[in-house]
Nanobody, 117 residues
Framework: QVQLVESGGALVQAGGSLRLSCAAT????????MAWYRQAPGKQRDLVAA??????YYTDSVKGRFTISRDNAKNTLSLEMNSLKPEDTAVYYC????????????WGQGTQVTVSS
């Protein structure tokens, strides 16, 4: 099992930048992939970006604006967000997928990102 704690959420103006962080503890060596999801009020939780040892994925709406990265030495996952838009407003969640699994089973508590117009 892996424990995840997000930080970095804030209120920011449109066009601004934020960096989210996720600290991981527990069975770090068993993590196959990590991801950032987000959930806006009244909407489903959607995948924003994901990272494995060999690849990254971004949903179309954040390509060119967001960058996902993982620091294995510090056991942290980051999401650099630039050119933020009001539609990026959501609770952002960090997630981990373990080897032997096909789904994200470990989740953080979420961090609020609010982008004002």
């Amino acid at each position: 099992q892996v424990q995840l704690v997000e930080s970095g959420g804030a209120l920011v103006q449109a066009g601004g930048s934020l960096r989210l962080s996720c600290a991981a503890t527990g069975r770090i060596g068993s993590i196959k992939a990590m991801a950032w999801y987000r959930q806006a009020p009244g909407k489903q939780r959607d995948l924003v970006a994901a990272i494995t040892t060999s690849s990254t994925y971004y949903t179309d709406s954040v390509k060119g604006r967001f960058t996902i990265s993982r620091d294995n030495a510090k056991n942290t996952l980051s999401l650099e967000m630039n050119s933020l838009k009001p539609e990026d407003t959501a609770v952002y969640y960090c997630a981990a997928m373990m080897y032997g699994s096909a789904s994200y089973e470990s989740w953080g508590q979420g961090t609020q990102v609010t982008v004002s117009s």
